[in-house]
């Protein structure tokens, strides 16, 4: 089993639709979960962060943790072009005091006008 | 504003070459990161340091070698480049206290390195 684990996309939402972005991880031990967001050609940029069970909001963002299943998601309501991006899942390795952050191969979404 | 800043931004080289790449940063953080991103195979740790007297091996640190001169600055070598050291190179830090504990990470905008 793969540590992070995305699917590649594309997915492609029309303007003004949630997107549901889903990530799974194998170490059980992970304290920390991040969303990048990656332009084509720019660096990754950190979006949202989470480290409890449950939901986290921020703006049009919702990160979502659910450590038993091993499971994270970002929800992007009110799609606009603009977010058509890369984004990045990353799990801290290791638990709070670990040391590298895992990334998945990422996902590709197409927000449509 | 605090920031991450890389170069050079883009190089071409030939196998056999040795070329540096410097990264530096104004955001006091006392760790710094080296990943390399190729298509299809996502971001890849190289090194990491924790502070200028502790440097760490990554996932594919075989082909190259860091340097720590300051808290500020991390480089990344290349003593004699090949064409499969073809890719974008990120240099990365965070913060070890507070929430940086927790190991957000702040990407510089990258360096295009292609081997010829």
């Known amino acids: 089993q793969k540590e992070v684990e995305q699917n590649s996309g594309p997915l492609s939402v029309p303007e003004g639709a949630i997107a549901s972005l889903n990530c799974t991880y194998s170490d059980r031990v992970s304290q920390s979960f991040f969303w990048y967001r990656q332009y084509s050609g720019k660096s990754p940029e950190l979006i949202m962060s989470?480290?409890?069970?449950g939901d986290k909001e921020d703006g049009r963002f919702t990160a979502q943790l659910n450590k038993a299943s091993q499971y994270v998601s970002l929800l992007i309501r009110d799609s606009q072009p603009s977010d058509s991006a890369t984004y990045l899942c990353?799990?801290?390795?290791?638990?709070?005091?670990?040391?590298?952050?895992?990334f998945g191969k990422g996902t590709t979404l197409s927000v449509s006008s | 504003d605090a920031d991450v800043t890389q170069t050079p931004r883009n190089r071409i080289t030939k196998t056999g070459k040795r070329i540096m790449l410097e990264c530096s940063q104004t955001k006091g953080h006392d760790r710094m990161y080296w990943y390399r991103q190729d298509p299809g195979l996502g971001l890849r740790l190289i090194y990491y340091s924790f502070d200028v007297k502790d440097i760490n091996k990554g996932e594919i640190s075989d082909g190259y070698s860091v340097s720590r001169q300051a808290q500020a600055k991390f480089s990344l070598s290349l003593e004699s480049a090949i064409p499969n050291q073809t890719a974008l190179y990120f240099c990365?830090?965070?913060?070890?206290?507070?929430?940086?504990?927790?190991?957000?990470?702040?990407f510089g905008p990258g360096t295009r390195l292609t081997v010829l």
């Open positions: 989470i480290y409890s069970n």
């Open positions: 990353a799990v801290n390795k290791g638990g709070q005091a670990g040391t590298a952050l895992i």
């Open positions: 990365a830090t965070s913060d070890s206290r507070g929430m940086g504990s927790y190991n957000e990470q702040f």
